[in-house]
């Protein structure tokens, strides 16, 4: 018993807990705002999807955008909400035993999604908000019970950033190594 207690109250002690995952808060692993794209409710996705491709292409990770109306932050456009909107109606499964997917299907839905609006897909900030002072483990709570790969990080009422899906896996990754 003893010796379970004394490597317990080590690890917990050590110097692990600093600059590793213990430790860290959203905050140290969000990506700031002024390094993420920036759209606006009323724009077309057509328009929107032309500059998430060129942000990509400048070896951006970003992958989802901030959604503003009067300058004001009011959501997220997320990889799974593009896709989400991509899939046709009647794919309901209420409707259709098995989904039926037929030649030219990608071609339609991408020029169904190029002709919506941001309004009609994206994901308001109150559904998909961490607080920036929040642990890891409460992130990840978050994305687990909203399936979304991105969640906007508030410091009060303000988006101060987007934590992704990507950047905590990159932490997971580097603190499981570290633990071997």
């Known amino acids: 018993m003893y010796n379970f207690i004394s490597l317990l109250v080590g690890r917990m002690t050590s110097s692990n807990m600093k600059g590793d995952g ?3 808060k959203v905050r140290d692993l969000m990506t700031p705002l002024e390094k993420v794209p ?3 409710l009323g724009d077309d996705m057509g328009d929107t999807i032309h500059l998430l491709y060129n942000f990509r292409q400048d070896c951006r990770s970003c992958n989802s955008a901030v959604v503003s109306s009067d300058d004001k932050v009011v959501g997220l456009l997320t990889m799974r909400s593009m896709l989400e909107a991509l899939e046709p109606k009647a794919f309901n499964v209420n409707q259709w035993s098995v989904p ?3 030649s030219g299907l ?3 839905q991408v020029k169904k999604l190029n002709s919506k609006k941001v309004s009609d897909i994206f994901v308001p900030v109150k559904m998909v908000g961490v607080h920036a002072d929040g642990c890891l483990m409460r ?3 978050c994305f687990n019970k909203t399936k979304m790969p991105a969640l906007a990080v508030l410091d009060g009422p303000n988006v101060i950033g ?3 899906v990507p950047v905590i896996y990159e932490e997971l990754l580097r603190n499981g190594q570290q633990n071997i």
């Open 22 to 24: 213990y430790g860290k």
């Open 106 to 108: 990608w071609t339609e």
């Open 38 to 40: 920036w759209v606006d």
């Open 139 to 141: 992130a990840v709570y």
């Open 100 to 102: 039926v997917f037929w």
């Open 162 to 164: 987007v934590l992704e």
